[in-house]
């Protein structure tokens, strides 16, 4: 793969995602200790660091004493794993914000990982691309974010029809728009550059939307448009599937 005509862009996401984490206090949790080992050395220029584990148990009595903002993991650690980890953790601290690094991003395990109310899902895979970064920024702005092969697996995961439906009220176009972007991992500033429309219109559109399909977040609205068929089949499946 070559990333050389994107280096620009993916230099702006670093810089934008890492002002989060100047201003968190951030546990990290990896069963591969080279990539902790380096999330170690990150955030040397970064804030503070309370936690690096290979283990739940280790993370969690961390966080027993420790406050922290910011839970960075992957779903697979040495003991335990990922998605339990940011169950027990948001239990412990409700106010932490929570990104996980799928590597094995199945429709079963995407699906445990929103239960779980994780703010951000990314392919493990995706992370030298510079979906950490991106996935950090609209965590600040948006609150939440799926990643594209994230919202690619589900919509190719033929996810099951709730059996107890509940009426849903028509979009405008401009809301269809708005879900359609957020059903392809896109960001609010994403959405408002290929509408060009503000920032705060996205977010009024989401807010509308996530009312009319009787979401609790927009991670919740794009389940529902899956499962319900609101948006259309992309032609090529995502390689995660």
């Known amino acids: 793969m070559d990333l050389s005509s994107r280096i620009p ?8 995602g890492y002002n989060l984490l100047k201003s968190s206090r951030t546990a990290i949790a990896a069963s591969d200790q080279l990539l902790l080992t380096s999330w170690t050395i990150l955030f040397e220029r970064q804030g503070p660091l309370v936690a690096a584990c290979t283990s739940e148990d280790d993370c969690l009595d961390n966080l027993k004493s420790q406050t922290a903002t910011l839970l960075l993991c992957t779903d697979t650690l040495e003991s335990g794993n990922g998605i339990s980890l940011v169950r027990r953790a948001l239990a412990l601290q409700p106010q932490l914000r929570t990104l996980i690094l799928l590597q094995r991003p199945i429709a079963r395990t995407i699906l445990e990982a929103i239960d779980a109310s994780c703010h951000g899902i990314c392919a493990f895979q995706s992370a030298g691309s510079g979906a950490v970064a991106a996935a950090l920024t609209a965590m600040e702005s948006d609150g939440q974010y799926l990643d594209p092969v994230i919202s690619g697996v589900l919509h190719h995961s033929r996810l099951c029809s709730n059996d107890q439906h509940l009426p849903l009220q028509d979009l405008t176009m401009r809301e269809d728009d708005v879900l359609r972007g957020l059903c392809r991992g896109m960001t609010n500033q994403e959405i408002a550059d290929a509408m060009v429309v503000s920032v705060e219109t996205v977010k009024s559109h989401v807010r509308s939307l996530l009312r009319k399909l009787a979401a609790k977040d ?11 068929g609101l948006v259309p089949m992309p032609t090529r499946p995502p390689r995660w599937t």
């Not at 862009?9 to 934008?16: E, W």
């Not at 927009?218 to 319900?228: K, L, M």
């Open 218 to 228: 927009r991670t919740a609205a794009v389940v529902t448009a899956f499962r319900e």
């Open 9 to 16: 862009s993916l230099q702006q996401q670093s810089r934008q």
